[in-house]
C-alpha cells in the first residue's frame, strides 16, 4: 500500500483532457508538503514532469498542469497525444516515516 | 548537461549483497543529495534514501534500516548503493537520482539510467 493514492488507470481519446488523482492525509499533502510528479515512459527511467505542485520544468510541454488541494494533488494533461502513454508518479514528504520521501502507487494512462 | 550514469547489470544469489554505482557530471556533485529509488518489474517507484555527498550523512527508508548503505567517492563524483542479505524479492531496477530542495521542497531532477538487479538461486 502506497502512502499516497493514486487511480491504477486512466484512460482518454487523443485530444481529450484526463486529471490523475494523487491522494494523501494529514502527515504528508495535508500537512503543506509539496507535490511532484514524474513521467515514466515504457523502458526508461522517470522523467520529471511537474515540481512543486504546478511548476514544469524546461521544454515540458504547457498541456501538463498540476494543482493541489488540502490532501489531495491533480495532474492534469489537456489536448492527449499518442506520445503520452506512460505510467505518472506523485511524490511528496511524509513527516511520520523518518523523513520518508513517499511515491504514489502509479497511474498507468491509456491513450484509446 | 547533468547526467548520471549508472554501473551494469548484476545478478546475486539470496543472501548476498550487491553494490551499484552512480556517477555524476555535469555539476557540482557535492551540491545535491543523491537519492535512490527502485522499482520491481511491473510495480511502482519505491523511495530508499537519500546520501548528501558534500557530508556523508544518510537518511533510509525504515524498511531498509540495517540492509543498505549509502556511500560516496566525492574524488570521481560517485555515489554507491549496497544492498545486503538479498532476496528474490530485491530483484528491481535500481535508479539513482539527483534531488533539489530542503526538507519541504525536496524532489529529483535527473535520473540515472537504471541498474537491473537480479536476485536468483
Known amino acids: 500500500q502506497s502512502v499516497l493514492t493514486q487511480p491504477p488507470s486512466v484512460s482518454g481519446a487523443p485530444g481529450q483532457r484526463v486529471t490523475i488523482s494523487c491522494t494523501g492525509s494529514?502527515?504528508?499533502?495535508?500537512?503543506?508538503?509539496?507535490v511532484h510528479w514524474y513521467q515514466q515512459l515504457p523502458g526508461t527511467a522517470p522523467k520529471l514532469l511537474i515540481y512543486?505542485?504546478?511548476n514544469r520544468p524546461s521544454g515540458v510541454p504547457d498541456r501538463f498542469s498540476g494543482s493541489k488541494s488540502v490532501t489531495s494533488a491533480y495532474l492534469t494533461i489537456t489536448g492527449l497525444q499518442a506520445e503520452d502513454e506512460a505510467d505518472y508518479y506523485c511524490?511528496?514528504?511524509?513527516?511520520?516515516?523518518?523523513?520518508?520521501?513517499?511515491f504514489g502507487g502509479g497511474t498507468k494512462l491509456t491513450v484509446l | 548537461q547533468v547526467q548520471l550514469v549508472q554501473s551494469g547489470a548484476e545478478v546475486r544469489k539470496p543472501g548476498a549483497s550487491v553494490k551499484v554505482s552512480c556517477k555524476a557530471s555535469?555539476?557540482?556533485?557535492?551540491?545535491?543529495?543523491i537519492n535512490w529509488v527502485r522499482q520491481a518489474t511491473g510495480q511502482g517507484l519505491e523511495w530508499m534514501g537519500w546520501?548528501?555527498?558534500?557530508?556523508?550523512?544518510?537518511g533510509y527508508a525504515q524498511k531498509f534500516q540495517g540492509r543498505v548503505t549509502m556511500t560516496r567517492n566525492t574524488s570521481i563524483s560517485t555515489a554507491y548503493m549496497e544492498l545486503s542479505s538479498l532476496r528474490s524479492e530485491d530483484t528491481a531496477v535500481y535508479y539513482c537520482?539527483?534531488?533539489?530542495?530542503?526538507?519541504?521542497?525536496?524532489?529529483?531532477?535527473?535520473w540515472g539510467q537504471g541498474n537491473l538487479v537480479t536476485v536468483s538461486s
Open positions: 555535469g555539476y557540482t556533485f557535492t551540491s545535491s543529495d
Open positions: 494529514s502527515s504528508n499533502i495535508g500537512a503543506g508538503y509539496d
Open positions: 537520482a539527483r534531488a533539489v530542495g530542503g526538507p519541504k521542497i525536496y524532489y529529483f531532477d535527473y
Open positions: 546520501m548528501n555527498p558534500k557530508s556523508g550523512n544518510t
Open positions: 512543486v505542485n504546478n
Open positions: 511524490q511528496s514528504y511524509d513527516f511520520r516515516l523518518s523523513g520518508s520521501r513517499v
